[in-house]
Every structure is written in C-alpha cells, then in structure tokens.
C-alpha cells in the first residue's frame, strides 16, 4: 500500500473513523477550491480535499512534462476515482466499486 500513500484516507490506523463510501461529484477551481458538489456531507471535506489536491498535482505534472492527458481514472478495491481536466480546473466523478467490478 506504499505506493498509494499519496491519499491519506486510505491509510488510516483506525476503524473508529468508518463511514459509507461516498458517490457523486464535484469541480474544482485551478488552484484545487471546491466549487461544486453533488456528494453526501457525511462525506468529510478533508477527503473531498485530499483527492482534488491529487488530481490537480497529476494534471499539472503531466502539463510541466508536456503529456497531454484529459482524464485520469484511479481504481482502488472498493473506490473508483474519475478526473477529467477542464481548461485548468477539474470535474471529478467518485463512485464505490461494486461487487462485481472488483471481481475482474
């Protein structure tokens, strides 16, 4: 799991901090401020934050190293983290990964 340490709330310590895994989206500006968003406020903001930080580092490595991507698309076991990059901001699209998806 060393490799996704980059994503906080995925390495936490503890089961006391559970919660039901969010699906909706939201839009970041190009500093990475959440604009808008359609996921649950049970969902914590630090999360929404932690992945728009995400996101907007990988859009703006891969500008700096002149690799022109659009979307990015982060699968996890039981998360599935969609990016598509908007003239500097960001629309990203975050869903739980069912049974059956996890399975292939």
Do not use: W
């Not at 076991?77 to 059956?100: C, D, Y």
Request: aromatic share 8%; glycine share 4%; net charge positive.
């Amino acid at each position: 799991m060393g490799l996704l340490s980059f994503i906080p709330f995925l390495n936490r310590k503890t089961d006391t901090d559970l919660f039901r895994l969010p699906s909706g989206s939201f839009t970041v500006d190009p500093n990475g401020v959440v604009v808008s968003s359609t996921l649950p406020q049970s969902f914590p903001q630090a999360h929404v934050r932690d992945i728009a930080r995400c996101v907007m580092s990988c859009f703006k490595r891969a500008q700096q190293n002149r690799i022109q991507i659009s979307e990015v698309h982060l699968h996890f076991s039981t998360l599935k983290i969609t990016a598509r990059e908007m003239k500097g901001s960001a629309m990203i699209f975050v869903t739980p990964t069912s049974l059956e998806e996890s399975s292939y």
